[in-house]
């Protein structure tokens, strides 16, 4: 392909690249000898390759998950995890959280949500191109009766574009909920119980909400608890607390 030459110094427009293609560039130079131009000889030709990347890679959170799914709501300490992709490769991988209600990020150096801007935390990356996996663990946020969290994960690409994915909002509550029985009423006889009935809260300004209210039903000399059919069902086991109810106020058939 035919260029100029300027000042010992030449210059060839490009034909169009296509994304995430290699290319490799042969050069020859030739003199102003008459009648034939003396060229260079093929030991004296080079080459260059390069690859040719317009495309950002791509990057995605796999956990935890993120509202509105159950598994967004969080109250203790979890594990981040993504997927990353680029066809020459991941150079790597970060992941920057956000506080939902003031917009300050995560500042990993004073260890508080006070910055205005992403502060980008390095995770394990594992993997070959053109697929990898990442994983890191966050900061544990302060105990919350209901506090939304943005994590937003990014990839640098090997050719250096970098990429941020979507986030996933998680619900930080460490509040414990709430729940009293209306009947039967506590110190008075009664001939049969059918059921048992009462309310449930979960307190805050930003709550999770409440998931479901359990009855443990215990006789008190015998020290027993109902398993649902039978009595005699060791009070100190998951077994002794019948299947949860839903909604607030709620009615458990004994």
Same mark, same amino acid.
């Given at each position: 392909?035919?260029?100029?030459?300027?000042?010992?110094?030449?210059?060839?427009?490009?034909?169009?690249?296509?994304?995430?293609?290699?290319?490799?560039?042969?050069?020859?130079?030739?003199?102003?000898?008459?009648?034939? =131009?003396?060229?260079?000889?093929?030991?004296? &030709?080079?080459?260059?390759?390069?690859?040719?990347?317009?495309?950002? =890679?791509?990057? @995605?959170?796999?956990?935890?998950?993120?509202?509105?799914? #159950?598994?967004?709501?969080?109250?203790?300490?979890?594990?981040?995890?993504?997927?990353?992709?680029? !066809?020459?490769?991941?150079?790597?991988?970060?992941?920057?959280?956000?506080?939902?209600?003031?917009?300050?990020?995560?500042?990993?150096?004073?260890?508080?949500?006070?910055?205005?801007? =992403?502060?980008?935390?390095?995770?394990?990356?594992?993997?070959?191109?053109?697929?990898? !996996?990442?994983?890191?663990?966050?900061?544990?946020?302060?105990?919350?009766?209901?506090?939304?969290?943005?994590?937003?994960?990014?990839?640098?690409?090997?050719?250096?574009?970098?990429?941020?994915?979507?986030?996933? &909002?998680?619900?930080?509550?460490?509040?414990?909920?709430?729940?009293?029985?209306?009947?039967?009423?506590?110190? &008075?006889? !009664?001939?049969?119980?059918?059921?048992?009935?009462?309310? @449930?809260?979960? =307190?805050?300004?930003? #709550?999770?909400?409440?998931?479901?209210?359990?009855?443990?039903?215990?006789?008190?000399?015998?020290?027993?608890?109902?398993?649902?059919?039978?009595?005699?069902?060791?009070?100190?086991?998951? @077994?002794?607390?019948?299947?949860?109810?839903?909604?607030?106020?709620?009615?458990?058939?004994?």
């Amino acid at each position: 392909r035919a260029g100029t030459l300027a000042a010992g110094v030449w210059d060839v427009n490009v034909p169009p690249l296509t994304t995430q293609y290699t290319y490799r560039v042969w050069v020859r130079a030739s003199d102003g000898a008459i009648p034939t =131009p003396n060229q260079s000889s093929a030991a004296q &030709t080079s080459t260059v390759t390069f690859s040719y990347n317009t495309s950002l =890679p791509g990057v @995605a959170l796999t956990a935890p998950a993120s509202l509105p799914a #159950p598994g967004g709501n969080r109250s203790t300490a979890f594990g981040v995890s993504g997927t990353a992709s680029e !066809t020459f490769g991941v150079a790597a991988a970060s992941v920057a959280y956000q506080e939902g209600d003031t917009g300050m990020w995560y500042d990993n150096i004073v260890g508080t949500f006070s910055s205005v801007v =992403p502060v980008w935390t390095t995770t394990t990356l594992n993997g070959s191109a053109p697929n990898y !996996t990442f994983t890191t663990i966050p900061p544990v946020p302060a105990a919350s009766t209901g506090r939304n969290y943005n994590i937003v994960p990014k990839a640098i690409g090997a050719p250096g574009l970098e990429a941020v994915g979507g986030a996933n &909002t998680i619900k930080w509550d460490t509040s414990r909920p709430l729940s009293a029985v209306g009947v039967p009423v506590t110190s &008075t006889f !009664t001939r049969t119980l059918p059921s048992v009935t009462g309310t @449930a809260t979960d =307190p805050g300004a930003s #709550p999770t909400g409440v998931g479901g209210t359990q009855l443990q039903i215990r006789r008190v000399l015998a020290n027993d608890c109902w398993g649902g059919g039978a009595w005699g069902v060791n009070c100190a086991t998951e @077994a002794s607390w019948l299947a949860a109810v839903a909604g607030s106020p709620w009615t458990k058939n004994t």
